[in-house]
């Protein structure tokens, strides 16, 4: 089973930019389509990108044009870089692929 890790995030002004990690443990990650999910607070879990592992990628109408997923199969990662950040894009951010979850990192995007 692959165990995930998510990094990067952080405190960033609206404006501003962050990349997201996600490393891999464990065999077949490049057999599992891969995602970045995001919890706000009192809200429901929402889809913000996914890449195949074919390479297709498809994202939240909300992010489309600022943020970009990609993956490193060779290095069992799966990154989102996230730009032109807003507010509204606080969230705790959580990587899955397979039946696996990270444990999420915070994204927090204030003055």
């Known amino acids: 089973q692959v165990q995930l890790v998510e990094s990067g995030g952080g405190l960033v002004q609206p404006g501003g930019s962050l990349r997201l990690s996600c490393v891999a443990s464990?065999?077949?990650?490049?057999?599992?389509?891969m995602a970045w999910y995001r919890q706000a607070p009192g809200k429901q879990r929402e889809l913000v990108a996914k890449?195949?592992?074919?390479?297709?990628?498809n994202y939240a109408d909300s992010v489309k044009g600022r943020f970009t997923i990609s993956r490193n199969n060779a290095v069992k990662t799966v990154f989102l870089q996230m730009n032109s950040l807003k507010p509204e894009d606080t969230a705790v951010y959580l990587c899955?692929?397979?039946?696996?979850w990270g444990q999420g990192t915070q994204v927090t995007v204030s003055s």
């Open positions: 899955t692929g397979g039946p696996s």
């Open positions: 464990g065999s077949f990650f490049s057999l599992y389509d």
């Open positions: 890449i195949t592992r074919g390479g297709s990628t």
